[in-house]
T-cell receptor, first 114, second 110 residues
Framework: GENVEQHPSTLSVQEGDSAVIKCTYS??????FPWYKQELGKRPQLIID?????GEKKDQRIAVTLNKTAKHFSLHITETQPEDSAVYFC?????????????FGTGTRLTIIP | EAQVTQNPRYLITVTGKKLTVTCSQN?????MSWYRQDPGLGLRQIYY???????DKGDVPEGYKVSRKEKRNFPLILESPSPNQTSLYFC?????????FGPGTRLTVL
């Protein structure tokens, strides 16, 4: 089955600087790669996603890049703000016999230092 | 407003006492799924359902049951809970692979 590795597990950046979180996946057939943000005690919230036919996607201060050849994808947050502090999860998905299962990375705890 | 709801949000119970965690969605999605979240392990799929009366096992189904009698509801059943089922549980619903999570149920089994 699919295996997703995520690095780093913790990341601290100064407010205003950029943060980058990286993930690798094992199944070359995976075709959908979402990123979730989870604040303490809350549900995971979808913040951005990318499909395998796209190399990069941006939404304001957040961008995701995908390298299908190397089987890795990254989340980039620019001009970080205190409210960006949270745990971020990457995931990979392939619809297999109707199962839209997300395989998650183990998460990155991002701390923005004011 | 599009919603996924779960009940209860918090539950402390004892080993062997049957319990049900409910999940309901108003987005008319066919696909629903249950995950458990444990420290250092991320979220892992327990069961999923592609439509009414269609359910199947995910990666960690042991000790759990589900049913899908109506499109909007997908309850998770623990017939005989054990301490290793202490976890944070999330229901999710999906439209076009975009999955939206419920608020979570924190379960403690003593």
């Amino acid at each position: 089955g699919e295996n997703v590795e995520q690095h780093p597990s913790t990341l601290s950046v100064q407010e205003g600087d950029s943060a980058v979180i990286k993930c690798t996946y094992s199944d070359s057939a995976s075709n959908y790669f979402p990123w979730y943000k989870q604040e303490l005690g809350k549900r995971p919230q979808l913040i951005i996603d990318i499909r395998s036919n796209v190399g990069e996607k941006k939404d304001q201060r957040i961008a995701v890049t995908l390298n299908k050849t190397a089987k890795h994808f990254s989340l980039h947050i620019t001009e970080t703000q205190p409210e960006d502090s949270a745990v971020y999860f990457c995931a990979a998905s392939l619809v297999h016999f109707g199962n839209e299962k997300l395989t998650f990375g183990t998460g990155t705890r991002l701390t923005i230092i004011p | 407003e599009a919603q996924v709801t779960q009940n209860p949000r918090y539950l402390i119970t004892v080993t062997g006492k049957k319990l049900t965690v409910t999940c309901s969605q108003n987005m008319n999605h066919e696909y629903m799924s249950w995950y458990r979240q444990d420290p250092g392990l991320g979220l892992r799929q327990i069961y999923y359902s592609m439509n009414v009366e269609v359910t199947d096992k995910g990666d960690v189904p042991e000790g759990y049951k589900v049913s899908r009698k109506e499109k909007r509801n997908f309850p998770l059943i623990l017939e005989s809970p054990s301490p290793n089922q202490t976890s944070l549980y999330f229901c999710a619903t999906s439209g076009g692979q975009k999955q939206f999570f419920g608020p979570g149920t924190r379960l403690t089994v003593l």
